[in-house]
């Protein structure tokens, strides 16, 4: 699944040269400040490394959709001082991404400091992945380095066609990020599990097709299972399903059986007749026993128990999306138990564990074990597209 890609390790003396570094900086914003910069944090490594290297870093990022024009609360000047916070180093603001002025700051800027150039969606050009407009910026640069995977399913300019005018090297955070994908479904050790949680089948059904093929268990939580059980003849009273989709589900279970991949399905769960914290009317029965007035929440602790059980067997895990809705009280009780069990048997060293997506991220966090996994993706879209099999352009461009 993994061609070969470039990393730091193939650059040669680098000092006085100049970097264009590709980062993910979209960070969330409170009162003018970021309130999460694990972003930012997974670049640093790389940041650091090329500056310790005498190199010239020129940093280039989104922040927001200004859809082509310059936005006056877009600009990446907005997130300076959380990049300098991490990194502990001043940066210099460039307040365009081509052209005399990004030249003339090239010029100011010394061996090992760093420039941040503006939005790069403030130009057309971008999202367009027009070559002219990479042609431009790459000729301020001697080298590119992708470092940002979360925008690799995007075939921008910044992302994908950079790589066409320099030598593209894949930077520290993407060269972890690939090599962990590449160990949970290109080349994994098997027995393989995966978790596909979340909300709908109707948003999952290309990982779904993609997973049967690839794993040996395929568990299904969330609001989703709620539509398998129904193509399998359950009734799950009030519980959000999407009736019309049960053949297409009904035909990815007779596919795992072909391919002799198991699903896993609850088969006791945890109800109540209304979503809210703690409700009276909370209860665990068999999924036999869904009444008509009542919607199921979670998957039950037999289930659990089982599901574990199962994780003890495999070598490889990846999981995309929550088990039950686990925002609310009880109903994390399940993806917090499994999370705990993925994470202990990474710990003993018999399981490889990779997890993506907001959602997953936010839940592992929750359940205490984000950082016992193997690997935790941040990101969301490029993370879902690679579980749907499909190429990323960022990744592609990096082994062309």
């Given amino acids: 699944m993994m061609a070969s890609f470039r990393t730091l390790d193939d650059l040669g003396d680098i000092a006085g040269k100049v970097a264009l570094v ?33 190199t010239k870093v020129l940093l280039l990022a989104h922040y927001g959709r200004p859809k082509g024009q310059r936005h006056s609360t877009m600009s990446t000047s907005f997130v300076q001082g959380d990049v300098e916070d991490v990194l502990g180093k001043e940066i210099m603001f460039i307040p365009e991404v081509m052209g005399p002025v990004v030249e003339q700051s090239i010029g100011i800027l010394g061996n090992g400091d760093i420039g941040l150039l503006d939005n790069v969606r403030f130009w057309p050009g971008e999202e ?16 590119y380095v992708n470092d940002a995977f979360s925008a690799a399913h995007r075939a921008h300019a910044s992302t994908e066609g950079l790589a066409h005018h320099l030598p593209a090297y894949a930077g520290r955070a993407m060269e972890a990020e690939l090599k962990a994908l590449d ?14 949680g979340g909300a709908k089948v109707s948003t999952k059904l290309d990982v779904l097709e993609n997973l049967v093929g690839r794993v040996q268990h395929l568990i299904i939580g969330g609001g989703m299972a709620n539509t398998f059980l129904a193509a399998r003849g359950v009734d799950v009273g009030k519980s959000l399903c999407e009736h019309d989709l049960t053949a297409t589900a009904n ?11 198991t699903v896993h399905l609850p088969y006791d769960v945890v109800v109540a007749k209304e979503f809210a914290e703690n409700p009276a009317s909370l209860r665990t029965c068999n999924v036999h026993e869904v009444g008509p007035d009542e919607m199921i929440l979670d998957v039950g602790p037999q289930a659990v128990e089982a599901l574990g059980d199962v994780l003890k067997t495999c070598r490889t895990l990846v ?15 399940a993806t917090v ?22 959602d997953t991220v936010a839940a592992l966090a929750h359940a205490g074990v984000k950082d016992d996994f193997t690997f935790v993706s941040t990101a969301g879209g490029a993370f879902l597209e690679w579980m749907e099999g499909k190429d990323l352009p960022g990744v592609a461009a990096l082994t062309a």
């Avoid at 999306?321 to 009280?329: D, I, R, Y």
Wanted: include cysteine; charged fraction near 20%; glycine fraction near 10%.
């Fill in 319 to 333: 999981w995309n999306g929550p088990l039950g809705a686990f925002e609310t009280e009880p109903f994390d009780a």
């Fill in 183 to 196: 160990a949970a479904l290109g080349n994994p050790e098997t027995p393989v599990a995966a978790v596909v």
């Fill in 22 to 54: 590709r980062v993910d900086l979209n960070l969330p914003m409170k009162d003018g400040s970021a309130t999460d910069v694990t972003r930012v944090e997974a670049v640093k490594p790389t940041i650091l490394e090329l500056t310790e290297k005498g």
């Fill in 251 to 261: 035909k990815i279970m007779d596919t795992a059986d072909h391919v002799g991949c």
């Fill in 337 to 358: 138990a499994l999370a705990r069990t993925a994470a202990a048997l990474t710990q003993d060293g018999s399981l490889t564990s990779v997890a993506g997506g907001g």
């Fill in 128 to 143: 367009a992945n027009d070559p002219e407009f990479a042609k431009g910026i790459a000729a301020h640069g001697d080298f």
